[in-house]
């Protein structure tokens, strides 16, 4: 019997579904997490073969020591993972130290978390990549500005999300980012990208093949949502468009990826812009090495009548899945951000919407800046219903 510790399978809430999965196909599925057993929800603790809760999961020695006795007590490891972006890095070192080979490395962290070394791969991918500096200097980066123009974005080089991102207009504001940014933090600089975010999301084999393949839509920056405290909407695409299977395979490629769920990022061009292409064509964005966050892989599920924990515990288990895909649509994301007088109550929702949608909750409070407040996920057969419903949903009172 295989040994899989999943490292904080209580979040995102939704997580409890891969243990669940793994479970069924005979993986020995040990937790570690900070949450007390007692308050883990029933279904997740059906899910665990066992659970060693730690004091604080940021506490990298106690989690090691929760590691090692698991070792200890089950043998050898198999596989260790948390399907979380924020996790990603002491995954790595804990398969590092433990000998643990099914999956990232120490070594390879530096080319799938740091934004200035995923450009390299994505260019051996063939992808175009936005020109930038590293925001070290001042006078270097109003030297870059001056070269491909105002506005260009200043992010974290190893940040998650649109956390603590800049768009800098001019050099006023690029001296008052100098005084705002992380002292201890490096930040990348780049030329602004007028384009909407398109991703491919798949679940990878052992031999980096595809085992499933979708995508999403995020029309409206997530920069300017946590930055605005605006509304968040994004969409998972009824079906993938050729250009962006192919460079999601090719970054696949590219960055050597294996036995994983990923999340890559792409810009699609609204303008023709130099250096780049033109209006419609993919630039590169970010690799994440992941599941899309929160709730999408359930939208997944939606959109496409089938079950990604499963796939994504088949590969785990089998390296192959015969999960069976159905009926297609699009699915859509709604966050509303509180405050906001928004004209439709959550009956009138229910009354219009009540057969399309799916889910209808709040949103955790950890990843409330870049996904609203209340959200409302919903199926749509076209595009039309699914802009329809987004024009009504965020639609303000008079």
């Not at 069976?324 to 699009?330: D, L, N, R, S, W």
Request: proline share 4%; with cysteine.
């Amino acid at each position: 019997m295989k040994n899989f510790v999943f490292i904080s399978p209580n979040f995102p809430a939704n997580y409890w579904q891969f243990c669940r999965e793994l479970k069924k196909n005979g993986l020995n599925v040990l937790g570690i997490g900070d949450q007390p057993y007692d308050e883990l929800k029933q279904e997740l603790r059906d899910s665990l073969n066992e659970y060693y809760k730690v004091s604080n999961l940021e506490n990298e020695e106690e989690v090691y020591r929760a590691v090692a006795f698991l070792i200890f007590k089950h043998g050898r490891i198999d596989w260790l993972e948390s399907n979380n972006e924020y996790w990603l890095e002491r995954d790595a070192r804990l398969r590092t130290d433990f000998n643990i080979t099914s999956g990232f490395q120490v070594d390879d962290i530096p080319r799938i978390k740091y934004k200035s070394r995923m450009k390299e791969y994505y260019r051996q991918a063939g992808i175009p990549v936005a020109r930038y500096c590293m925001g070290d200097s001042l006078d270097d980066c109003l030297w870059f500005a001056g070269e491909v123009g105002y506005p260009v974005v200043a992010k974290p080089d190893n940040g998650v999300g649109a956390s603590h991102t800049f768009k800098i207009e001019n050099d006023q504001e690029m001296r008052r980012f100098f005084e705002l940014r992380w002292p201890d933090t490096r930040y990348i600089i780049e030329e602004f990208v007028a384009g909407e975010v398109n991703s491919y999301d798949a679940i990878i084999d052992s031999q980096g093949n595809p085992m499933f393949e979708t995508g999403n839509v995020t029309p409206i920056s997530i920069m300017d949502i946590v930055n605005q405290k605006d509304n968040s909407i994004f969409y998972i695409l009824k079906s993938l468009p050729d250009d962006t299977r192919e460079a999601g395979r090719a970054t696949v490629k590219s960055f050597g990826v294996k036995s994983r769920f990923v999340h890559f990022e792409f810009f699609r061009l609204q303008k023709d812009q130099d250096g780049l292409g033109r209006a419609g064509d993919l630039v590169a964005l970010e690799v994440n090495m992941r599941p899309s966050g929160g709730v999408t892989p359930d939208m997944i599920d939606f959109a496409h009548s089938t079950d990604v924990y499963k796939i994504w515990a088949d590969m785990v288990a089998f390296d192959r899945s015969t999960m069976p895909i159905g009926k297609h649509a699009y699915c859509a994301f709604a966050g509303r951000r509180d405050g906001k007088p928004f004209e439709m109550t959550d009956s009138e929702i229910i009354q219009r919407y009540g057969e399309n949608i799916r889910m209808m909750e709040r949103v955790p409070d950890a990843l409330s800046g870049a996904m609203g407040n209340q959200m409302y996920v919903a199926v749509f057969d076209t595009q039309e219903e699914l802009n329809e419903f987004y024009q009504n949903i965020l639609k303000l009172s008079s």
